[in-house]
Nanobody, 114 residues
Framework: QEHLVESGGGLVQPGGSLSLSCISS????????LAWYRQAPGHQREFVAA??????SYARSVEGRFTISRDNAKNTVTLQMSSLMPEDTAVYYC?????????WGQGTQVTVSS
C-alpha cells in the first residue's frame, strides 16, 4: 500500500521555482514529524527540511530558499523551492513519522539545468 505520494517534480532552469506536494493517507494531524529528504545519483540521502508541531528546520544548503508547510485538512505536506541551483538536482522524498512508524513516498525527480 502506498501511504505517501509525491508530485510536482520536473525540469527547471537555474534561478527558477518549483513546488512539491506529498499527499498522505496517514493522518498527519497528530504526526510527530513531517520531512523532506533528497538523494542525488551516487550520493547518500540527505535531510532537506522538517516540520514538527510549532517548529520547522532546514538544511543550511536550502535555508532561505525552501519552505516546508503542512495542511492537516488536506493531509498534505508541501515543499516550496525558489532560487534553484544545479546542485539541488535529486530525487525528493517525503516522510511521515506517525507513532512509532515512519512512512516514505516513492520520490519525485527534480532537475535544475539550463
Amino acid at each position: 500500500q502506498e501511504h505517501l505520494v509525491e508530485s510536482g517534480g520536473g525540469l527547471v532552469q537555474p534561478g527558477g521555482s518549483l513546488s512539491l506536494s506529498c499527499i498522505s493517507s496517514v493522518n498527519i494531524s497528530s504526526a510527530g514529524s513531517l520531512a523532506w529528504y533528497r538523494q542525488a545519483p551516487g550520493h547518500q540521502r540527505e535531510f532537506v527540511a522538517a516540520i514538527n508541531p510549532g517548529q520547522t528546520s532546514y538544511a543550511r544548503s536550502v535555508e532561505g530558499r525552501f519552505t516546508i508547510s503542512r495542511d492537516n485538512a488536506k493531509n498534505t505536506v508541501t515543499l516550496q523551492m525558489s532560487s534553484l541551483m544545479p546542485e539541488d538536482t535529486a530525487v525528493y522524498y517525503c516522510s511521515v513519522l506517525a507513532g512509532t512508524q515512519t512512512y516514505w513516498g516513492q520520490g519525485t525527480q527534480v532537475t535544475v539545468s539550463s
